[in-house]
């Protein structure tokens, strides 16, 4: 089973990369398999594992999630042609050369993943508020993979 994971960039292009091994730690961590030195991705953000086969996805307990397909998953069975978001990217799964044309997600694949705040109960002025959580809903729209030259190079080199 051969295994590519294809990068969209926001210029248009995209990139791929093969699963190095059967099992497929993907995260923030330099001694991840796939590193990607981003700070909304986990530093164990998720694993994907060919097994008799098949393909499978499981998320790592990460903070921002891993999504398949627009839909925050915890582990699920992956076929050719689903999307994988590990915000703020997405990745197309290509198994042994399937699909063979290689589209970028429509909205409804691509719906971007967002945290949400927590709503905070207001309580009596003598107690003191817990601090705000962050607004993380806008933190990936200013994100430029062009200029992260590491990012790729990293990839590249598993």
Do not use: W
């Not at 097994?51 to 998953?73: A, F, K, P, Q």
């Amino acid at each position: 089973m051969d295994v590519n994971l294809v990068l969209f960039k926001k210029n248009g292009s995209k990139k791929s990369f093969s699963l190095p091994s059967n099992a497929t730690v993907i995260g923030r961590r330099h001694d991840c398999d796939l590193y990607i030195p981003l700070k909304p991705v986990s530093r164990k953000h998720c694993e994907l594992s060919k097994n008799d086969g098949m393909l499978r996805l499981r998320d790592l307990g990460s903070r921002n999630g891993t999504y398949v397909n627009g839909e925050r998953v915890d582990e699920k069975p992956i076929v050719a042609g689903d999307y994988i978001q590990i915000p703020p990217i997405t990745l197309l799964v290509q198994i042994d050369g399937e699909p063979a044309k290689i589209v970028p997600p429509t909205p409804a694949e691509e719906r971007a993943p967002t945290v949400k705040k927590k709503t905070v109960e207001k309580k009596p002025p003598e107690q003191e508020e817990p601090p705000a959580q962050p607004d993380l809903d806008d933190s990936f729209a200013d994100l430029d993979f062009e200029g992260s030259d590491s990012f790729l190079d990293d990839l590249e080199n598993l």
